[in-house]
């Protein structure tokens, strides 16, 4: 079967806009979030987020791209343009037929169908809308404006898991190019969801925190104290690339996917199985496919929202998986980026990537108290990340509808 590595990657989130940038602020634990910009929050029971921060449009699209594309599209292809620079990608003189496009998003262009439905709904009933609408929500519509830009032949097209999206993403990628049928995928997720419609409909869930007089420590992943997500937006850009490929171009490899398993909890519409089923048989098949044992694992990037029953159900599905390992590193990176919905798993598989290149863990920050019956099992780093010899590492996703995805990156060796 084919190798796959990893040689290029680009973040746009709430606390960097670039992977360097992102990386050191979430080893320093650094917090995103900040009280709502991007509309008036007076009547909302939460009015924090974690929003991007120093964004302008402007400075990466003209006037017409702004009017062409929801937010969403706009932050994956920043996040794309970062990734194929440090790729180093020369479409002009590669075979476009075996690159292609699998990028994922929860929510596509939502921000778009709220501003025109609520401008359709204040009208006087007569339809007024841009011909750009149907294009700019549409879910697929990055996957295909990112094509359309490099010229992209290969396979192109949007999974959508909710929350698992872009580790979804991910999995196709890695099984694509291990199947022979491309060469390079450029993979991740976007989310623009920061929004009256998003925000009002997690809060209806009680999905969010509600610590409004609190909110740069709100997401507390684990702690016994946690009382709901933070949500954040943005994006994070993978090159995932066959090995040879990448050697005969004298790529750069950054890190390599051996192993990804996706599940279901077939359980509750936006709950997770109390026991972890489908998290555990999600993990299980990622290590299987990686040909590695659970103790081979060095560090999870894990799911964990700061919701109350999400965070044990994790803990639960962990322990029955890795059993008790204070050996094995476990932090909850949303704590300093909010949760990115759809493209939350592209920025964590980029944390995960980074602390192998690295030899450093990152940090769960604001959790003081740990779910007692796991504060002994794993170990978790806070506040600020750790050193540690690392080899490989596990991330995540778990989405409403009870998918789950897992992704296994291993440090590059040749």
Same mark, same amino acid.
């Given at each position: 079967?084919? %190798?796959?590595?990893?040689?290029?990657?680009?973040?746009?989130?709430?606390?960097?806009?670039?992977?360097?940038?992102?990386?050191?602020?979430?080893?320093?634990?650094?917090?995103?979030?900040?009280?709502?910009?991007?509309?008036?929050?007076?009547?909302?029971?939460?009015? =924090?987020?974690?929003?991007?921060? *120093?964004?302008?449009?402007?400075?990466?699209?003209?006037?017409?791209?702004?009017?062409?594309?929801?937010?969403?599209?706009?932050?994956?292809?920043?996040?794309?343009?970062?990734?194929?620079?440090?790729?180093?990608?020369?479409?002009?003189?590669?075979?476009?037929?075996?690159?292609?496009?699998?990028?994922?998003?929860?929510?596509?262009?939502?921000?778009? =169908?709220?501003?025109?439905?609520?401008?359709?709904?204040?009208?006087?009933?007569?339809?007024?809308?841009?011909? =750009?609408?149907?294009? %700019?929500?549409?879910?697929?519509?990055?996957?295909?404006?990112?094509?359309?830009?490099?010229?992209?032949?290969?396979?192109?097209?949007?999974?959508?898991?909710?929350?698992?999206?872009?580790?979804?993403?991910?999995?196709?990628?890695?099984?694509?190019?291990?199947?022979?049928?491309?060469?390079?995928?450029?993979?991740?997720?976007?989310?623009?969801?920061?929004?009256?419609?998003?925000?009002?409909?997690?809060?209806?869930?009680?999905?969010?925190?509600? %610590?409004?007089?609190?909110?740069?420590?709100?997401?507390?992943?684990?702690?016994?104290?946690?009382?709901?997500?933070?949500?954040?937006?943005?994006?994070?850009?993978?090159?995932?690339?066959?090995?040879?490929?990448?050697?005969?171009?004298?790529?750069?490899?950054?890190? #390599?996917?051996?192993?990804?398993?996706?599940?279901?909890?077939?359980?509750?519409?936006?709950?997770?199985?109390?026991? *972890?089923?489908?998290?555990?048989?999600?993990?299980?098949?990622?290590?299987? #496919?990686?040909?590695?044992?659970?103790?081979?694992?060095?560090?999870?990037?894990?799911?964990?929202?700061?919701?109350?029953?999400?965070?044990?159900?994790?803990?639960?599905?962990?322990? %029955?998986?890795?059993?008790?390992?204070?050996?094995?590193?476990?932090?909850?990176?949303?704590?300093?980026?909010?949760?990115?919905?759809?493209?939350?798993?592209?920025?964590?598989?980029?944390?995960?990537?980074?602390?192998?290149?690295?030899?450093?863990?990152?940090?769960?920050?604001?959790?003081?108290?740990?779910?007692?019956?796991?504060?002994?099992? =794993?170990?978790?780093?806070?506040?600020?990340?750790?050193?540690?010899?690392?080899?490989?590492?596990?991330?995540?996703?778990?989405?409403?509808?009870?998918?789950?995805?897992?992704?296994?990156?291993?440090?590059?060796?040749?």
């Amino acid at each position: 079967m084919r %190798r796959v590595v990893i040689t290029g990657m680009g973040a746009l989130t709430p606390i960097g806009n670039s992977v360097e940038e992102y990386w050191t602020n979430l080893k320093n634990g650094v917090s995103g979030a900040s009280p709502i910009t991007k509309f008036d929050t007076e009547k909302y029971k939460t009015t =924090f987020a974690c929003e991007l921060k *120093g964004y302008d449009a402007k400075a990466h699209f003209d006037v017409k791209e702004i009017r062409k594309y929801d937010p969403f599209t706009q932050y994956a292809l920043v996040s794309v343009d970062e990734a194929v620079k440090q790729a180093n990608l020369d479409f002009e003189n590669l075979n476009c037929n075996r690159i292609g496009v699998i990028w994922g998003s929860g929510n596509g262009g939502i921000q778009t =169908f709220q501003d025109q439905m609520m401008e359709f709904c204040q009208g006087d009933g007569t339809p007024r809308f841009t011909p =750009f609408f149907i294009p %700019r929500i549409l879910v697929d519509i990055a996957s295909g404006v990112i094509s359309i830009k490099y010229g992209l032949r290969g396979v192109n097209y949007c999974p959508v898991s909710a929350c698992a999206t872009s580790n979804t993403a991910l999995i196709d990628a890695f099984n694509y190019i291990r199947w022979n049928k491309a060469d390079i995928i450029i993979s991740g997720g976007s989310e623009a969801a920061i929004n009256q419609a998003a925000i009002g409909g997690f809060s209806s869930a009680q999905a969010l925190s509600k %610590r409004n007089d609190d909110y740069s420590t709100a997401s507390r992943p684990f702690d016994v104290h946690r009382d709901g997500f933070v949500m954040g937006e943005g994006a994070g850009a993978i090159i995932l690339e066959e090995y040879e490929h990448a050697v005969k171009r004298g790529a750069t490899i950054l890190g #390599e996917v051996v192993g990804g398993g996706m599940a279901a909890d077939a359980y509750h519409l936006t709950g997770t199985h109390p026991e *972890g089923e489908g998290a555990v048989l999600g993990m299980e098949l990622a290590l299987e #496919e990686a040909e590695i044992t659970p103790a081979d694992i060095d560090y999870i990037n894990m799911h964990a929202t700061s919701t109350p029953q999400g965070d044990v159900s994790e803990l639960i599905a962990a322990k %029955r998986v890795f059993g008790e390992r204070k050996s094995l590193s476990i932090s909850g990176t949303k704590s300093m980026t909010g949760h990115l919905l759809g493209a939350a798993g592209a920025i964590e598989a980029i944390a995960c990537i980074k602390a192998l290149q690295d030899d450093m863990v990152p940090p769960t920050i604001n959790t003081t108290e740990i779910e007692p019956a796991y504060k002994d099992l =794993f170990h978790f780093p806070l506040a600020k990340a750790e050193p540690k010899k690392l080899t490989y590492a596990m991330s995540n996703t778990f989405g409403f509808g009870g998918h789950i995805a897992s992704v296994i990156f291993k440090k590059f060796e040749k």
